[in-house]
């Protein structure tokens, strides 16, 4: 086991980061500090962590509004902190925002990360009990047909502004443990879903538009095939890797849980309708088969025998309860979607998405 004392978590304003360091604080026997450097972009939202800020504030947890690119500032926090661990999940996050202007992805994903890595390489120079973990994707490796998985050694193929972004971000990351020894481990995990997701990826659409009965958009032919993974099991793996993860390696994080986008929107119909007291049939005369993602990937498909044999990690949430709690957060949390739906989000939408 590592020793870990004062963890640099960035991007922890954003979905997966939130409730990463929801479970750090609830879930594990974590006892040391958490610093979350975040530069609130438009899926960044300290009320996230409201709670934990209330409980541990100024004690063991740290806010720090940064941008990874700023070097002096992401630096300062390092030696405020005296940072040993960074788990860096900031990033540009959302595949159509990267078709529609890739330059973010480029800048936060690309030349955000190379700053990090030098800065956690001067710092920590001539340091032991020091990890720079690297959240990544599925999409780095492509597209599968019907059959197979990606492995950890699976060739990459990145297909969109997106996930070129990612796969770079990985190749400088590994770079930095070839060339200089930097200690890292690196995760590609599939798609997450739960509380506090930004209401622009799949499942979160889905559920909000069923409530106020606006259209379903289902891209192209609804046949796309995705892994869906409960975002606290994506974090009890993260938590595994950094602790007892091998220096140097990378790990899969997957759900072994593949859905046709179609037949899982028909499910939240189904779900939805038994919350809201409703007739299921209504809900599903809402799909809407919309034009398709550009280059949009068929199928994403995990191998995580990796993680499971070598650290023991396995998911715990069926996907049936996750979605129930996921459409149950949701549903009671209607000041949180007016909150982050009052912003840039809605103009962007309006912008890039009316008519389709
Ligand atoms: P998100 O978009 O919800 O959150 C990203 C966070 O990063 C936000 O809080 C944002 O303010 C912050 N951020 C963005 N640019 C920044 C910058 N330049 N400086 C500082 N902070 C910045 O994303 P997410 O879904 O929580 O994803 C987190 C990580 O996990 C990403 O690296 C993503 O590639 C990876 N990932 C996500 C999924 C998924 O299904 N959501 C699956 C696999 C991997
Ligand atoms: O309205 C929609 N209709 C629709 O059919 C939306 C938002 C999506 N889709 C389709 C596109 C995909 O096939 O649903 C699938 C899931 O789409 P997203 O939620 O946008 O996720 P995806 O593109 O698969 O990428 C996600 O998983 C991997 C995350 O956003 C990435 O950050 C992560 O790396």
């Given at each position: 086991m590592r020793k870990l004392t004062n963890i640099l978590v960035t991007g922890g304003a954003g979905f997966i980061g939130s409730n990463f360091i929801h479970y750090l604080f609830k879930d594990t026997d974590f006892d040391g500090r958490i610093i979350n450097m975040d530069s609130l972009t438009y899926a960044g939202n300290p009320e996230n962590?409201?709670?934990i800020d209330e409980n541990f504030g100024g004690s063991?947890?740290?806010?720090?509004?940064?941008?990874?690119?700023?070097?002096?500032?992401a630096e300062a926090v390092f030696k405020k902190?005296?940072?040993?661990?960074?788990?860096?999940?900031?990033?540009e996050s959302h595949v159509d925002r990267s078709i529609f202007g890739p330059k973010d992805f480029i800048d936060t994903n690309i030349s955000g990360t190379f700053s990090l890595l030098e800065i956690a390489r001067s710092f920590w120079e001539n340091r032991d009990n020091v990890l720079f973990h690297h959240i990544s994707t599925d999409e780095v490796f492509?597209?599968?047909?019907?059959?197979?998985?990606f492995y950890e050694n699976t060739p990459y193929d990145p297909r969109s502004p997106y996930s070129a972004s990612k796969a770079s971000s990985d190749h400088l990351v590994r770079a930095y443990n070839h060339t200089y020894g930097l200690p890292v481990t690196l995760s590609n995990c599939s798609n997450n879903y739960g509380p506090y997701q930004f209401p622009e990826k799949l499942i979160p659409v889905m559920i909000m538009n069923i409530k106020e009965e606006k259209p379903l958009p289902v891209y192209g032919d609804g046949k796309n095939i995705r892994d869906w993974l409960y975002v606290n099991d994506h974090n009890s793996a993260v938590w595994a890797i950094v602790n007892s993860g091998k220096t140097g390696e990378t790990y899969n994080i997957g759900g072994e849980n593949e859905w046709e986008n179609i037949k899982l929107v028909n499910v939240l119909c189904e779900k939805?309708?038994?919350f809201l007291n409703k007739d299921k049939e209504y809900y599903k005369k809402l799909i809407t088969y919309v034009k398709d993602r550009p280059g949009h990937d068929r199928r994403y498909a995990i191998n995580c025998d990796k993680i499971k044999k070598e650290l023991g990690w396995k998911q715990s949430v069926d996907f049936n309860a996750g979605l129930e709690r996921t459409v149950q957060w949701y549903l009671q949390n209607q000041d949180w979607i007016d909150h982050v739906r009052s912003g840039d989000y809605r103009n962007w939408i309006e912008k890039n998405y009316s008519g389709r």
């Open positions: 962590l409201t709670e063991r947890f740290f806010f720090e509004k940064a941008d990874i690119r700023d070097y002096d500032a902190y005296d940072v040993d661990t960074v788990i860096h999940f900031a990033a492509g597209s599968l047909g019907d059959t197979g998985f939805m309708a038994v």
